[in-house]
């Protein structure tokens, strides 16, 4: 288990969703998919999700989960829509300029230390 | 798909009503509408979107000229990536008689960068009908990518694929009980024309009339879905959008 913060610093993210406290948000696994249908069947609850996918729908798949931490790869950043639904659900939206490959990689190797 | 077959092969089946949908191009329906038209039957311009999220939707347009300004706009929207024709196979764009125009160069296999709402806005801005493709595939439908239909936007309709069984599938997912359902052969190849089709009980075939007969207004209904096994022996104004050959390529 790690720190979001510790998450957020380590791949240079910016927190999208800034209204909510980050300070007691911890992140005990990972899941990497852009196919909603299957992070609803796979991810589970405590991950951080890492995708491309920035439709409206992943805030509902994540709350449906219990995903509390979103990291848009590449860069991406959704609509302010997304981004305001998610500060009402109290999940967290963070965009990094790596590739998803790169956000799993960092995360995968702070969670085993 | 040659035209000239692929219309043969719709009139022995008695399918009265066609729509080609080529992913992300329109490009080859006005060679298909020649023959098509020139063989008695009713054709609707169509084409298969990949959305940025890589769902399906389908559009159709009743004014050829509107499809074809949509068409451009569509084709800016596609990323920028070369066709690998010796991996994909060449885009050809023919004419009625078979000859090749000229090859697409750009990749229609890609995405647009348009997500669901704005295509589906673009489509309704030229006046067109848009809905998700083949709701029930493992791939490229609105399930598999988004996991459920979204809210917005408000969709009339939803295709469906040649075999499935309804009523499982909407024992799986209510939400689309009591949904329009449209049923279509997605056909790439001369044998699936007519694996599955919907009987549309219209004054005419348009997307107008398609529109009414999903709400169910003014008498209009569609029929079909239920039962994978019936063609449209007979119906008046039956058909089955859409048929969708590989882009243009003439067939043996």
Redesign the interface.
Known sequence: MIKLDEYVSAVQAVNLTPAIDTTGVEIRGGYVS????D??GSARAGDAWITI?????VI??ASMTGISVIVFAKSSVPDAAVIDRATSEGICLLSSAKSSFELAGVLYRMLQA | MSPRELVKRIRSLKIEWIAITDHNSMANCDAYEKVALDAGLSFTWGVEIQTAEEVHLLAYFDDPDAARCFDRQLYQSLLPVHNDSAFFGDQAVIDADENILRFEEKALINSSVWDIETCFNEVSAYGGICYPAHVDAPANSILSQLGFVPEMPVFEMYGITAGLDVSSFIDLHPYFRGKALIRSSDAHYLDDLGSGVSHFYIDQPSCREMLLAARGEAERKIEGAYDPGALGFGVENSGSPPAEPNFGIPTK
């Open positions: 852009d196919m909603l249908s992070v609803m996918m920035k439709h409206l729908n509902a798949v």
